[in-house]
């Protein structure tokens, strides 16, 4: 959400120039009023068209207000609308169209010459966000409630065999996370609480490194109390072998599997996955 707002708040102030006209100077004013209201409903989580409305009407309004002027301006409200269909609405289709518009409307501004790489680049973010889409829709059949574990054979870090079929009988977490990640390191004293609270009663955890560093994440394993469960970990981060096998976007996540081999939930935190432990170790 930042990293939205500040592309839009960047592209609206970037022409600002005090040798304007005062006209110029007025578009800017009020497109930067605009985007501080776009901006406003964006931290609100506001993500529908209709949410955008009256700021999409807005915008028409301002192109309409150059009268026809070939400017900067012009281009650059136009673009703007473009980037909230893009960045906030995720409507690329819709972007792509407004930017295809920008290129024969206003071709000699800055933002009419690099329309190709503006479409470029929607035209890669799309393709990103369908394969992103592609993973999850996999993970989730993958991960169903219900669904059996596709198992792995690995070694841990200390070259022992590694699997959750070794543990039938058991309730087992597979917790993928990295030293690097914070909401991560925010999550570990819940999943150690929840660790050493029903170790004993027949739960146990696997934990997936997707680090890059072996000296880090001993390291951290050293000093960090109660995070004695075994880690699977190749030092390839993001390519990390069984990131890639379960089709992993985002860190962290686990899977809660039951005595029986069969998932039971899957991305579980706090109070959620001590009460999905607890009620599954009950169950035994």
Request: proline share 3%; with cysteine.
């Amino acid at each position: 959400m930042k990293k939205i707002i500040a592309i839009l708040m960047l592209v609206a102030l970037a022409t600002g120039q005090p040798a304007r006209a005062q006209t110029t100077n007025a578009a800017q004013t009020e497109l930067r009023d605009l985007i501080k209201q776009v901006s406003a409903k964006i931290k609100a989580d506001k993500k529908t068209e209709a949410d955008y409305a009256e700021e999409l009407k807005a915008f028409d309004q301002l192109i309409a207000a150059q009268n026809g002027a070939k400017t900067e301006d012009a281009a650059q409200i136009a673009f703007m609308k473009a980037m909230l269909y893009v960045e906030v609405l995720d409507n690329t289709n819709k972007g792509a169209e407004i930017i295809k518009q920008i290129k024969v409307n206003y071709p000699l501004t800055k933002y009419g010459t690099n329309a190709d790489r503006a479409l470029e680049s929607i035209g890669k973010q799309a393709e990103a966000k369908a394969r992103q889409a592609e993973a999850k829709s996999k993970l989730d059949a993958m991960f169903a409630n219900g669904a059996t574990f596709p198992d792995f054979a690995e070694s841990d870090l200390d070259g022992k065999p590694l699997s959750v079929g070794a543990l039938k009988g058991k309730v087992v977490l597979v917790d993928f996370w990295a030293t690097w990640c914070g909401p991560c390191r925010a999550e570990l004293p819940n999943v150690i609480a929840s660790y050493q609270k029903h170790h004993g009663e027949g739960f146990e955890i696997i934990g997936v490194s997707l680090d890059s560093d072996r000296d880090k994440l001993d390291a951290f394993l050293k000093k960090t109390d109660g995070m004695t469960w075994p880690q699977y970990f190749d030092g390839l981060a993001w390519k990390t072998k069984l990131a890639e096998k379960y089709s992993i976007q985002s860190i962290p996540f686990c899977v809660l599997v039951g005595t029986d081999g069969k998932i039971i939930g899957k991305d579980l935190r706090g109070e959620t996955l001590e009460a999905a432990v607890s009620a599954a170790l009950t169950k035994k």
